[in-house]
């Protein structure tokens, strides 16, 4: 079992910044990848951004491009996702998972990321 714990959620203007974080405990030494998804009311959960655990490789979703950055402490089995240049459109509960080789068996609770324009 892995355990996720995100924070970092919260309430910002147009053009503003927020980091995420997700601190992963239990079997990290099971960890294949980590991704963050969002989900805004009424819509889809869409990918956001992955990064390896090993090695550090990253991939990002068209939309946030730019202006997203995905990134890992391994030492404290923590994954966070640096939002810049917020959207009224980035408006959603963001959630991180882990792949651990097997699909994202394992998610966070949530975290709430308001933009106002």
């Known amino acids: 079992q892995v355990q996720l714990v995100e924070s970092g959620g919260g309430l910002v203007q147009a053009g503003g910044s927020l980091r995420l974080s997700c601190a992963a405990s239990?079997?990290?030494?099971?960890?294949?990848?980590m991704k963050w998804f969002r989900q805004a009311p009424g819509k889809e959960r869409e990918s956001v951004a992955i990064?390896?655990?090993?090695?550090?490789?990253?991939h990002y979703a068209d939309f946030v491009k730019g202006r997203f950055t995905i990134s890992r402490d391994n030492a404290k089995n923590t994954v966070y996702l640096q939002m810049n240049s917020l959207k009224p459109e980035d408006t959603a509960v963001y959630y991180c998972?882990?792949?651990?080789?097997?699909?994202?068996?394992?998610w966070g609770q949530g975290t709430q990321v308001t933009v106002s324009s």
């Open positions: 239990g079997r990290t030494f099971s960890i294949y990848a």
């Open positions: 998972a882990v792949d651990s080789g097997t699909g994202y068996d394992y």
């Open positions: 990064i390896r655990w090993s090695g550090g490789s990253t």
